[in-house]
């Protein structure tokens, strides 16, 4: 292959070669970039925010009626905040630190509908798509509730439609449940190692379920020449879809109303740090530019990726972005994380958004899961493998001096300072599956080495 790069000048960058060599990492931004410099240079306008968090607002009395999950909040899609104080004590035992500030977990492993982020992201889109078609065919005037997507006419022009995705699981899962559920034809690209659970629900659901030899990216790829081929098909495309990242993007506004119910300030001297686990990138860059939106200068995002899979840390510290894939530095893609195992960024994401990104750390997959055992055992709380990748930051960030100096936090500004890490699926896990997760993990915790 002719590749637009110097492989060995690449490697010669010692962030490079340790992520080639499928080592942890940790690496963060020189300096801080002013938060409405960085939103102008994403090109991508704000204003995407609000318009997405009002389209859930009026599907809401639909997905009230639709889904008996989401009744308890009247139809909105939204994830409890909470502390983890005994899992933040035993990390700081293990680690052999103690974390100033406190530690919180984001729930998105228990959002309604399909049980992780990709239910914030991926039915954003197809609730766009629907509107779009109703609106287009008259039927449906843009400031409408929902529910007259239910007049048979409407569902009989959806029928018509169809909506395609290419996805190891997650995506598919919210965008099959919901399009199905609102008639349209849908089909799900899945690479064959998906998990067969997802498959099996889906295919309960009406979904078709289309499985291709090869890895992710070559699943997104036939997904993307099916709809080419036919016009009445809507592809999600995970690597650059803007709707996508508009759904993701109201988790910032949302969190901020949670932290001020808490009571819990956030300003330059009582930071807000929070750690996302990064696949492509679209969730945990919509999460990002929502949370600037929402508190400027005063939050830091910090992304977590498997060290087999390190697609954003390769593409935004080689600035290639999606010119170059994790299999091009010679890693193999494989990772236990599911949605986290992708070999090239998004387009959206690493290029347009790197000024808003504090740091990059990357985890071996016996750490996740490490991680999964802690966190059942300290909190009674069961997530997968993907959703525990941000654990290892917060102390990644006690031990890095000099990103600590560049970006004022220092110990008074920790020791105010509140972590959130970004819990991001296992609620649709079933219970077998998750009970291997968890035995796995806590035969893993004295075995990897804290340090
Ligand atoms: C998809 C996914 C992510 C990451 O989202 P991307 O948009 O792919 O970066 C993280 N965790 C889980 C469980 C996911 O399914």
């Not at 697609?311 to 600035?319: A, D, F, I």
């Not at 490490?370 to 059942?376: E, I, S, T």
Request: hydrophobic share 45%; proline share 4%.
């Amino acid at each position: 292959m002719n590749q637009a790069f110097d492989l060995e000048q690449l490697l010669t960058d010692p962030v490079v070669a340790a992520l080639a060599r499928a080592e942890e990492t940790a690496w963060f931004a020189a300096a801080p970039t002013d938060t409405a410099a960085g939103i102008e240079a994403s090109g991508i306008d704000p204003a995407i925010v609000d318009d997405a968090r009002v389209r859930f607002g009026r599907f809401a009395p639909w997905f009230a009626e639709h889904f008996p999950d989401t009744r308890a909040t009247h139809g909105i899609l939204e994830s409890p905040l909470v502390g983890i104080p005994d899992m933040q004590a035993e990390l700081g035992a293990r680690f052999g630190a103690d974390l100033p500030g406190k530690l919180w977990l984001k729930r998105d492993d228990a959002l309604p509908v399909s049980g992780s982020i990709k239910a914030r992201g991926g039915i954003h889109e197809v609730l766009e798509v629907a509107e779009r078609i109703a609106i287009a065919a008259g039927l449906m005037a843009g400031t409408d509730d929902a529910r007259v997507l239910e007049r048979p006419e409407v569902r009989e022009v959806l029928s018509r439609h169809g909506i395609a995705v290419g996805s190891t699981g997650n995506l598919g899962l919210s965008i099959g449940i919901v399009a199905s559920e609102l008639g349209f034809n849908t089909t799900v690209h899945m690479s064959m190692d998906a998990r067969a659970w997802k498959k099996e629900l889906l295919r309960s659901r009406g979904v078709t379920v289309v499985e291709h030899a090869g890895n992710f990216s070559d699943a997104v790829a036939a997904g993307r020449r099916t709809a080419e081929e036919d016009p009445s098909v809507w592809f999600v495309d995970d690597e650059a879809s803007l709707s996508l990242f508009a759904g993701y993007s109201v988790a910032g506004a949302r969190l901020a109303g949670q932290l001020a119910s808490l009571g819990v300030t956030v300003d330059e001297r009582h930071p807000l740090i929070v750690h996302l686990p990064c696949g492509v990138g679209g969730g945990p860059g919509g999460v990002t530019f929502g949370l600037k939106a929402a508190f400027g200068d005063a939050v830091h995002c910090v992304f977590a990726e498997p060290t087999h899979a390190p697609c954003m840390s390769l593409g935004v510290r080689t600035g290639l972005h999606d010119s170059i894939s994790v299999a091009d530095i010679g890693l193999d893609g494989l990772t236990a994380a599911d949605g986290l195992a992708v070999g090239r960024p998004s387009r959206l994401v690493g290029e347009h958004l790197q000024q808003l990104i504090d740091g990059y750390v990357t985890v071996t997959d016996e750490r996740m899961k490490a991680f999964v055992g802690l966190l059942h055992d300290t909190e009674g709380i069961d997530v997968e493998p993907s959703a525990a990748a941000g654990f290892a930051g917060p102390w990644r960030i006690l031990e890095d001096e000099t990103y600590r100096a560049a970006f004022g936090l220092d110990d008074a500004a920790l020791a105010n300072a509140t972590h959130v890490v970004w819990s991001t699926g296992g609620s649709m896990v079933p219970s077998a599956e998750m009970t291997g997760y968890v035995a796995e993990g806590q035969a893993l915790i004295n075995e990897v080495s804290w340090r």
